[in-house]
């Protein structure tokens, strides 16, 4: 089986795209604010302080971003690639969080649902609805590749969802004198993020904890190695992700002749996607140490 690993940094472009995301979404919750209370909409202040969350899950993506273009040096040997993912992890936990927030405040309004005025509901909701379509649209190039853009993409991508609930909630307000359906669209959408962080969660943990990346045979990369010319066993191999799009491997092989190494990096490289190998060559196994690591 061939791994291939490619790079999906975020580009400049889309950083700045970032930041224009972060101001317009601050401005938006200010008039959702000011909207709420003249409404007398506690939905849509809801909508308000959810927004400023994702406004500053879109911060914590740039500066992710920005910590993780610096070069390795001093004690970070590895850079500072961890970073996005990092970002990512706490991007992560403030979507659950946002969700579970968003399901209480559902189950509030289904209890005990409070007349609104739907039209003052309905226009700050449109103007919302447009904003958080452009601001996913933004932060969705890269969302496949990037755990800190794709919660960045998912939290854009509910905010769009809870603005055409509102507009929805507004409109039985106005027509129909129903005030229950803003709970009922709340409660949809908190599943929809809950869900989506929950499923994101053993990605990003599976990386922190260094683990191998997903689909990748640790005995296929044995029996790969032993088949190269001069290999006589392998043991002690590790094979980990320092992030999304860089995986690094170590090993020891018995072997005579050290100048298998090239070949050996070769191999983990076309084959499995491995950029980084740290390849100890050994005479016997009883000279390594730390095989039981």
């Given at each position: 089986m061939s791994h291939e690993h490619h790079h999906h940094e975020i580009s400049e472009k889309t950083v700045l795209y970032l930041l224009i995301s972060f101001f317009i979404?601050?401005?938006?919750?200010?008039?959702?604010?000011?909207?709420?209370?003249?409404?007398?909409?506690?939905?849509?202040?809801?909508?308000?302080?959810?927004?400023?969350?994702?406004?500053?899950?879109?911060?914590?993506?740039?500066?992710?971003?920005?910590?993780?273009?610096?070069?390795?040096?001093?004690?970070?040997?590895?850079?500072?690639?961890?970073?996005?993912?990092?970002?990512?992890?706490?991007?992560?936990?403030?979507?659950?969080?946002?969700?579970?927030?968003?399901?209480?405040?559902?189950?509030?309004k289904l209890i005990t649902p409070q007349p609104v005025d739907g039209w003052i509901i309905i226009w700050v909701s449109i103007v919302a609805l447009i904003i958080d379509a452009f601001t996913a649209k933004l932060s969705h190039h890269g969302s496949k590749h990037n755990t800190n853009m794709r919660m960045v993409f998912l939290h854009n991508l509910a905010d769009?969802?809870?603005?055409?609930?509102?507009?929805?909630?507004?409109?039985?307000?106005?027509?129909f004198g129903i005030y229950r359906v803003d709970g009922i669209i709340a409660l949809l959408i908190s599943v929809y993020m809950i869900y989506q962080s929950i499923l994101s969660f053993p990605k990003v943990v599976a990386i922190l904890m260094n683990a191998a990346p997903d689909g990748m045979d640790l005995e296929q990369i044995k029996r790969e190695l032993k088949k190269v010319s001069g290999v006589k066993d392998v043991h002690h191999l590790h094979v980990w992700c320092i992030s999304e799009d860089a995986v690094?491997?170590?090993?020891?092989?018995?072997?005579?002749?050290?100048?298998?190494?090239?070949?050996?990096?070769?191999?983990?490289?076309?084959?499995?996607?491995?950029?980084?190998?740290?390849?100890?060559?050994?005479k016997r196994c009883h000279d390594c140490k730390d095989c039981k690591l």
């Open positions: 979404n601050m401005l938006l919750s200010a008039v959702e604010i000011v909207g709420g209370i003249i409404a007398g909409s506690l939905s849509l202040i809801g909508d308000a302080l959810h927004n400023t969350s994702d406004a500053f899950s879109i911060l914590i993506a740039v500066f992710a971003f920005k910590i993780g273009r610096r070069k390795a040096g001093g004690r970070y040997t590895y850079g500072f690639k961890r970073a996005e993912i990092i970002g990512g992890f706490v991007n992560l936990i403030l979507l659950f969080i946002a969700g579970v927030y968003l399901a209480f405040e559902g189950i509030s769009a969802f809870g603005s055409l609930g509102v507009i929805i909630a507004g409109l039985s307000a106005v027509y690094s491997a170590e090993c020891h092989i018995i072997a005579d002749d050290t100048n298998i190494i090239r070949d050996v990096t070769e191999l983990l490289h076309s084959k499995f996607g491995i950029g980084h190998c740290n390849i100890q060559i050994e």
